[in-house]
């Protein structure tokens, strides 16, 4: 199984500085800042709409953000393609499963995580080491069943673990993970965060976003709570949970939605 990069607690892995990004007139991320420390699972909390997706699409760079910074590692990578971030040790799932046509688990995996640029369109379909590290990976999650399954017949949370395993075969320093337990059945649900813990506790440092209070309140040490934008709250479990400002966040959209 592939060793993580080593991180060092109580230093600075991701540091979001006054991010922003406009959508003609709509301001969908605005002014965010955040840090995630080294070797944490840092949670990304917050009402539909409230930009958390956004902020993960400028961060990886899948988006150009309108204005603000991002560090990985005391390294400024806002200005970097997608797969040199990649390259880097940042990696990212999407809020929805991509799933390459006609392809194997196996095949999506070494292929979704293809991150050399143009320089992959000159490599074989599969080398033999990509091979044996996907094998690892699917071994690791608990799905070398699937591994040669076409993967538009995976169900929704195989797909999930697909993900996963393709964001795993770039080495990656830290993850940022897009409602990984979205709509899956509790008993992946608990798989899910049984893997995240292990690669965490083996020194993966995890930006998450999910809308499962419960699954973020046993798996974080960190929680960052954005409403319309911008960061509100920003502690520990504990801290959040009882912050008038976030109750309000979700509290105002559950009555706006009633009425
Ligand atoms: N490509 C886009 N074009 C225009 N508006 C967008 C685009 N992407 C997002 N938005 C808007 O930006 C705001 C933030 O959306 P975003 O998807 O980042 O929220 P989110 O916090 O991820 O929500 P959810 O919890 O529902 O996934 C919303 O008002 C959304 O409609
Ligand atoms: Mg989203």
Redesign the pocket.
């Known amino acids: 199984m592939t060793a993580w990069r080593s991180c060092e607690k109580g230093l600075t892995m991701l540091d979001v500085r006054a991010l922003c990004k406009n959508f003609g007139g709509i301001q969908a991320v605005d002014q965010c800042s955040f840090k995630v420390e080294h070797g944490s699972i840092t949670a990304l909390i917050g009402p539909n709409g409230a930009g958390?997706?956004t902020a993960f699409n400028c961060i990886s760079r899948t988006m150009a953000p309108s204005a603000g910074e991002v560090w990985l590692d005391g390294e400024r990578i806002d200005q970097l393609r997608p797969h040199k971030i990649t390259k880097r040790g940042l990696s990212r799932t999407f809020?929805i499963s991509r799933n390459l046509a006609d392809m194997t688990v196996l095949e999506n995996v070494i292929c979704q995580a293809r991150v050399g640029g143009f320089r992959d369109l000159f490599k074989p379909a599969m080398a033999p080491d990509e091979i044996e590290k996907a094998m690892g990976i699917l071994d690791f999650l608990g799905i070398t069943r699937i591994a040669h399954e076409d993967g538009s017949n995976l169900s929704f949370g195989q797909k999930k673990l697909m993900d996963l395993a393709a964001l795993l075969m770039s080495d990656p320093k830290i993850i940022l993970l897009?409602e990984p337990a979205g709509g899956v059945n509790p008993t992946l649900l608990e798989q899910i965060i049984g893997h995240i813990r292990k690669l965490n506790d083996q020194g993966l440092t995890v930006l998450i976003?999910e809308h499962n209070m419960d699954l973020i309140m046993r798996l974080s040490h960190h929680v960052v709570v954005m409403a319309q934008g911008t960061v509100i709250a920003d502690g520990t479990p504990d801290e959040v949970q009882n912050d008038p400002a976030v109750l309000e966040a979700y509290l105002g959209g559950a009555m706006e939605d009633a009425a």
């Open positions: 958390k997706t809020q897009d976003v």
